[in-house]
């Protein structure tokens, strides 16, 4: 039996995020699941992703062409002309765009065939150039909650370059594992499999590549010389500074890729105690200890406002807590459908509760860092200014230096600013005992 072709695999991943599967999760496990070549495997992601994230656009587009509005249509149907409607607008030629959508459909719902092709071919002379929509949340393809709210959070303008960002497929980033090899041997390796890499822009040791594939695959990840991570979530780590031989507490930890940050700093003589309340996210934590090596990693079930840890006994804390992840769209095509305004105030509370819990066990003379890949000031300046009145007994050590922007006694970065996961961070030390 021959293979899907890559739109009919496409449009079978778009109908099964539209029933609510996470696109981050689902297109990978397709893909290893499926025959088709690299190339094919790449133009199966570009499409998923892009026309998951471009969905709003995409509507207003096929509007303009169809006499049923789209949210009236079948599922197969609507995933069908938002695919084609993606597909026309990044420039893929006309007939492939049309009549490939129109066969992959056609092969799960034969009588859309003729409304597929109709609406499709009718999209096609509209543009290019296509219509412009003049609201920034449709031309952006964002809720309207969602630009509204940046846009109070952050201005105007750094809100729209952000929401633009975020529009783009975040680069494939990697963390060497500084135990096993250097980044410039790592460089050096990507470069011989004619892997594009440069270095990060925000941590020098981070490796940016291009054209690897599937990155579970890389040798290098496989055996433990690197890990995926992005440069936002690096950067964190090295705001916390653990040392070797530390004991860290590492809150809300799964799936590891900072609690084996710390352990690769911490060493074996150190202790990195990886929190989670999800027993089975936190068994990935284990999974990447024992890939890269790291006995230091212990796994605890637990919820972080309930901790089973003698309080005062960890050199470093790290809090990266729960949160909206509105710095993380880029990466999480289908999040910005799935998040309420009103979960962020809960969200809020409980990043509240876990950091008064998160103080306690930090003991004197030493270091607290939360962190959120979120950017709503609920979530990140109010949450400091909380702290600042309800943990006196935490003073402020300093943030990080520019391309992060100082807010309040922390710092934020924005996706635009160097290319990563938009990030807050907020570093604390416990008063010493006279």
Not at 234 to 263: E, F, H, N, W
Not at 330 to 342: F, K, P, T, V
Request: charged share 25%; aromatic share 4%; proline share 7%.
């Amino acid at each position: 039996m021959a293979p899907p072709s890559s739109r009919l695999l496409a449009l079978d991943a778009l109908v099964r995020i539209e029933d609510g599967a996470y696109a981050h999760i689902l297109v990978p496990e397709m893909l290893r699941s499926s025959s088709l070549e690299d190339r094919d495997r790449a133009f199966v992601t570009e499409l998923v992703y892009g026309t998951v994230r471009s969905q709003r656009r995409l509507d207003d587009l096929i509007d303009r062409a169809s006499k049923r509005p789209v949210r009236r249509l079948d599922k197969p149907v609507r995933a069908a002309l938002r695919l084609g409607a993606y597909q026309l607008l990044h420039d893929v030629p006309a007939h492939a765009a049309v009549n490939d959508t129109v066969d992959a459909v056609g092969a799960r719902s034969p009588r859309a065939r003729g409304f597929t092709n109709g609406v499709l071919r009718s999209l096609t002379r509209l543009g290019p150039p296509w219509p412009e929509p003049d609201d920034v949340a449709v031309r952006l393809s964002y809720p309207d909650w969602l630009v509204a709210r940046l846009t109070a959070d952050l201005g105007a303008d750094d809100a729209v370059d952000a929401l633009t960002a975020m529009n783009q497929p975040a680069a494939l980033t990697l963390r060497p594992n500084r135990r096993a090899v250097t980044a410039d041997a790592l460089e050096a390796e990507m470069r011989s499999l004619a892997i594009d890499a440069t270095r990060g822009t925000l941590v020098p040791d981070a490796l940016v590549v291009r054209g690897s594939g599937d990155p579970a695959k890389l040798d290098a990840v496989v055996h433990g010389r690197a890990t995926p991570q992005d440069q936002g979530s690096q950067a964190v780590v090295g705001v916390l500074d653990p040392r070797p031989g530390d004991r860290v507490a590492d809150l809300a930890a799964a799936p590891g890729g900072k609690s084996t940050a710390i352990a690769e700093r911490v060493g074996d003589d150190g202790l990195v105690v990886a929190v989670d309340l999800d027993l089975g996210r936190l068994r990935l934590v284990g999974n990447s200890a024992r890939r890269l090596a790291l006995p230091s990693v212990v796994g605890v079930g637990a919820d972080g406002r309930a901790l089973p840890l003698r309080s005062g006994r960890f050199d470093r804390v790290l809090l990266d807590a729960p949160c909206s992840g509105l710095g993380v769209l880029r990466r999480r095509a289908d999040a910005r459908w799935n998040i309420s305004q009103e979960s962020i105030d809960e969200l809020a509370a409980l990043q509240r509760e876990l950091l008064a819990a998160a103080a306690a066990l930090v003991r004197p003379g030493g270091v607290l860092v939360y962190s959120v890949c979120t950017l709503s000031n609920a979530e990140t300046i109010a949450i400091d200014e909380w702290a600042a009145a309800e943990l006196p007994h935490l003073t402020t050590l300093p943030a990080p230096a520019s391309p992060w922007r100082p807010l309040g006694r922390g710092a934020r970065i924005l996706p635009q600013d160097a290319d990563t996961d938009g990030m807050f961070v907020l570093a604390l030390q416990r008063a010493q005992v006279p």
